[in-house]
């Protein structure tokens, strides 16, 4: 396995400072002499304040450097980063993943789909170029729960949801299957691209194992080290205050998750309402065919006042159609993006906490210079390891999203522009129907 990834087991690798070097480093809360009673706790500025990603020197736990421009000092200029602009950072690429071909599996006790898993790369930790295996939604379920247990310091792709998916019914009509394709094709590609996850055992095996089910039952494999750290934290730490680039992005995702929902609701009542329009639409085009079969001098016009009427419920339906199979699902897509993000917020401030916890127990201690436990030091390297992994995938995922909403607001534009100029194209060939005038004898 590469160096690139944290395998199974693997503790996770440090900031490029290390871990004797943040041994050397003054405690966010070190002790203060004092005659007067215990030791004064004086938080850090780096707890506290918002510190430029450039300031420090940071690498990926596959040594790759990142880019480390920092958040925005509050949620509202972090907002303001949605740009519709090119410049997403170009990457070699040496594992390409799709998922297509869906088919119905009809068994006794169930029914379900599954899905082809392509594979196609040059690693040397595979041990072919191609592989292409079956999946279903539960295979898509196990791998993103391993992802999180394994990996619990990086943002892991959402999934979509199980059964209910907006303005869909029937989970295994065409329309449902396909849109769950696309999603469950962007949840692979989106960890491919991830210079960590897509160096995971799980993901691997996901990818390769012919039987993945022989996996499964081998039942809760070990946690990496930084995994069973985080997983068995209790809440019996109180963190004292989020630094505050993470309280902005924390504001920032409240914010953020708040008007795609609002925009989701209004989304869904829109389509509703046209879909209510087209049915109106096609009792209405009819009429004029109707009632051309009784004018036979206007039997020519009103014949083709129904032909544009149904002319435009077609593009109508087309429009209704691209909102709900694009539109609504990146909109749930970056909703469910943002609870993931959130959790490894918490995730993050519970290392935070119990290291501030572990600091004011030394802290209490009434010897001037008090020995700092290796454990101490330990959840120190968690934290800066916790905030450097963040750090990058915020980065990662503001990249994404810039680009995603960009395709998705061209997109709308451009499927709007389409439906209008098809009903003005529908209208206007029926204006010589109505200029033309019968010639008197």
Request: charged share 30%.
């Amino acid at each position: 396995m590469s160096t690139g990834g944290s395998g199974l087991g693997t503790p996770r690798a440090l900031p490029s400072s290390g871990p004797r070097a943040l041994r050397d480093m003054p405690h966010p809360l070190a002790p203060s002499s004092s005659e007067e009673g215990p030791a004064e706790l004086t938080p850090s500025p780096d707890l506290l304040l918002p510190r430029s990603f450039a300031e420090k020197d940071l690498s990926l736990p596959n040594g790759t450097p990142v880019d480390t421009s920092s958040p925005a000092s509050s949620s509202s200029s972090l907002l303001n980063r949605l740009q519709l602009d090119d410049d997403f950072d170009g990457e070699t690429r040496d594992l390409f993943v799709t998922v297509d071909d869906p088919k119905k599996h009809i068994c006794t006790m169930e029914t379900y789909i599954t899905y082809r898993v392509t594979t196609k790369t040059t690693r040397a930790e595979f041990d072919l170029p191609e592989y292409s295996v079956r999946r279903r939604y539960q295979d898509f379920d196990w791998l993103r729960n391993k992802l999180e247990e394994s990996q619990p310091t990086h943002l892991i792709p959402p999934l979509p949801e199980k059964f209910v998916m907006k303005g869909v019914v029937d989970r295994f009509s065409e329309e449902f299957v396909e849109t769950r394709r696309k999603a469950l094709d962007k949840f692979l590609k989106r960890i491919s691209d991830h210079p960590v996850l897509s160096f995971n055992e799980h993901f691997s095996v996901f990818l390769t194992a012919k039987d993945l089910n022989a996996y499964k039952r081998q039942g809760m494999a070990l946690l990496s080290k930084m995994g069973e750290s985080v997983k068995y934290v209790t809440g019996g730490y109180k963190l004292r205050s989020r630094p505050l680039e993470f309280a902005a992005v924390g504001e920032y995702l409240e914010t953020f998750a708040l008007k795609l929902g609002t925009i989701d609701r209004i989304a869904q009542r829109i389509i509703k309402e046209e879909l209510e329009y087209l049915v109106e639409l096609r009792e209405y085009g009819p009429v004029y065919s109707t009632w051309g079969g009784l004018e036979v001098e206007l039997a020519e016009p009103l014949e083709g006042v129904s032909a544009c009427i149904g002319n435009c419920c077609t593009a109508l339906e087309e429009l209704s159609d691209d909102m709900t199979e694009d539109f609504l699902p990146v909109l749930r897509e970056y909703i469910l993006y943002s609870e993931s993000m959130k959790n490894v917020l918490k995730k993050r401030d519970q290392v935070q906490a119990e290291y501030e916890a572990k600091l004011e127990t030394i802290a209490l201690k009434k010897e001037e210079r008090p020995k700092v436990p290796a454990d101490v030091e330990k959840c120190q390297d968690r934290v800066e390891c916790f905030n450097a992994d963040l750090k990058a995938d915020m980065e990662r995922w503001q990249n994404s999203k810039r680009q995603d909403f960009r395709q998705l607001l061209m997109g709308m534009a451009d499927k709007n522009i389409q439906y209008y100029e098809k009903c003005l194209t529908a209208w206007e060939s029926i204006i010589p129907l109505l200029q033309d005038k019968p010639e008197t004898k």
